[in-house]
C-alpha cells in the first residue's frame, strides 16, 4: 500500500517546504470532525466547537464531507499564499468540473471515483452514478452532493464564507504562533534538504515517507496503490501542528502532488488491556487484506459492496474478513436503511498501541 511520487525531470528546488493557511485551517476542521483521530487534541475540539455560533456549527457539519476522512485536493494548496484570502481566491479561480469532482471523492468516500471523460455536471449518467455512491454514505452526503451538482457556484460560494466564519471565530487568533512554528519546520526541513539531500529530509518529514532505491522517486506509506509525476512543477510539502497521525498527500491527475506532513509528535500512551484481547486482534490484524479493509474503515464507515469495489474483492470475501474484525471487537456496525455501515472502533484500536493507531490513520 504506496502512493509513489515519480520525481524524474524535477530539479532539487522544485520540491518546496512552505506555510499555508488554508491547509492548516482545513487540517483544524478536521480534528473538529473526527477529534476522536487526535486524542491529545479533543480539549481544544471541545473548546472551539462549544464557542461556535449555532449556525456556523452547522455550516460546518454540512460540509464536513470535505475534510472528515480525506481531504478535497483543493484544500491543500501546492502553491501556498500569505494569507487564507489569497489562498481562497485561487480555489475561485479552479473551474467547475475539477472543484465539484474533488468534492465528490471526498463526499463519496472513494479516490476510485471516474467518470470515464463525462462531467457530472451535465452528463446524467455519471451524475447519477455521484448520487448512488453519495447515497450509500448517507442522506446527509447525498443532500450535500445534490446541491453540488444542481448549483455549484451557490456550493462554492457558500463553503468560501463558512472557511472565513471559521478564520474570524478561531483561526485568525491562532495563526500567527502556529504560522511561525510551521515556517520553522518548513526552514529546517529545506535546509536539510539543501544541505543533506532528499534522504535526510525525508526521514526528517515522516517515517512513513522514503526515497525509492532509483532515488528518484518518493514512497509514501498511503491507503493506496498508486503513482504519481510531480514533474517540472514539482512537489510542496506542507507541515501541520494539527494533523498528526495523518500524512495527506494530493496526487489526482492534473493535481500538482503536495504532502502535509505533522510536524509535532504525539505522545499519548494508551491504557493496557488483556493479553487475550490483544493476541485476538493482533490475529484479526494479520491477514493483509483486513488491514487493508481497517486502513478503508478507519476513516468512515463503509458498507461491504463499498470495500468490495474500493479493493477489487467480492461482498463475500469481504463479510468474512469483517467477521473476523467484529469477533476481535475492532468494529462497530449501524443499520441505516438497507445498508449496514461498519467503522472501526478507534478506542479499541488505540489500545494496541499508538504506532498501530497512526498506520492505520496514515
Known amino acids: 500500500m504506496t502512493l509513489r511520487i515519480d520525481l524524474t525531470g524535477t530539479p532539487t528546488e522544485r520540491i518546496r517546504f ?12 478536521h ?23 449555532p449556525e456556523l456549527a452547522e455550516r460546518l457539519h454540512e460540509a464536513e464531507f470535505l475534510w472528515r ?11 501556498p499564499r500569505a494569507t487564507l484570502a489569497e489562498e481562497l481566491d485561487d480555489v475561485d479561480l479552479i473551474d467547475d468540473d475539477r472543484y465539484a469532482h474533488s468534492a465528490l471523492v471526498t463526499t463519496c468516500g472513494s479516490n476510485r471515483l471516474h467518470f470515464a471523460g463525462r ?43 463558512t472557511l472565513e466564519q471559521c478564520a474570524e471565530a478561531f483561526f485568525d487568533a491562532a495563526w500567527p504562533a502556529t504560522a ?8 529546517d526541513k529545506g535546509e536539510l534538504l539543501r544541505r543533506h ?19 528518484r522517486s518518493l514512497v509514501l506509506d498511503k491507503l493506496q496503490d498508486n503513482t504519481a509525476e ?12 494539527y494533523g498528526h497521525p495523518h500524512l495527506v498527500a494530493v496526487h489526482a491527475t492534473g493535481w500538482q502532488p503536495v504532502v502535509q506532513y505533522p510536524a509535532a509528535r504525539d505522545g499519548h500512551h494508551p491504557d493496557p ?12 490484524l494479520a491477514h493483509p487484506v483486513r488491514l487493508r479493509l481497517v486502513r478503508s474503515l478507519a476513516r468512515g464507515p463503509h458498507t461491504t459492496g463499498e470495500l468490495a469495489r474500493s479493493w477489487d474483492l467480492t461482498d463475500p470475501e469481504v463479510s468474512r474478513h469483517l467477521a473476523v474484525l467484529r469477533r476481535a471487537g475492532l468494529l462497530t456496525a449501524r443499520r441505516q436503511g438497507r445498508y449496514v455501515h461498519y467503522t472501526l472502533d478507534l478506542a479499541a484500536t488505540t489500545t494496541l498501541g499508538t504506532d498501530l493507531l497512526a498506520a492505520v490513520l496514515r
Open 119 to 161: 462531467s457530472p455536471l451535465r452528463d446524467p449518467g455519471a451524475r447519477a452514478e455521484a448520487l448512488g455512491r453519495a447515497q450509500a454514505r448517507g442522506a446527509a452526503q447525498e443532500a450535500f452532493a445534490e446541491r453540488l451538482l444542481t448549483d455549484p457556484a451557490v456550493v462554492r460560494a457558500r463553503v468560501r464564507e
Open 230 to 241: 510531480a514533474g517540472p512543477a514539482g512537489v510542496t510539502f506542507l507541515p501541520t501542528l
Open 31 to 53: 480534528v473538529l470532525a473526527a477529534p476522536d483521530h487526535h486524542p491529545r487534541l479533543t480539549g481544544w475540539a471541545a473548546g472551539v466547537r462549544t464557542a461556535l455560533r
Open 273 to 284: 488491556v488483556p493479553l487475550e484481547t490483544v493476541r485476538l486482534r493482533l490475529d484479526a
Open 69 to 79: 476522512s480525506s481531504r478535497a485536493d483543493f484544500l491543500v494548496p501546492a502553491r
Open 180 to 187: 511561525a512554528r510551521l515556517a520553522e519546520d518548513a526552514r
Open 18 to 29: 512552505a506555510v499555508s493557511p488554508l491547509a492548516e485551517l482545513t487540517a483544524m476542521l
Open 197 to 215: 539531500g532528499l534522504g535526510a529530509a525525508m526521514t526528517a518529514v515522516s517515517g512513513a515517507v522514503g526515497v525509492g532505491p532509483d532515488g
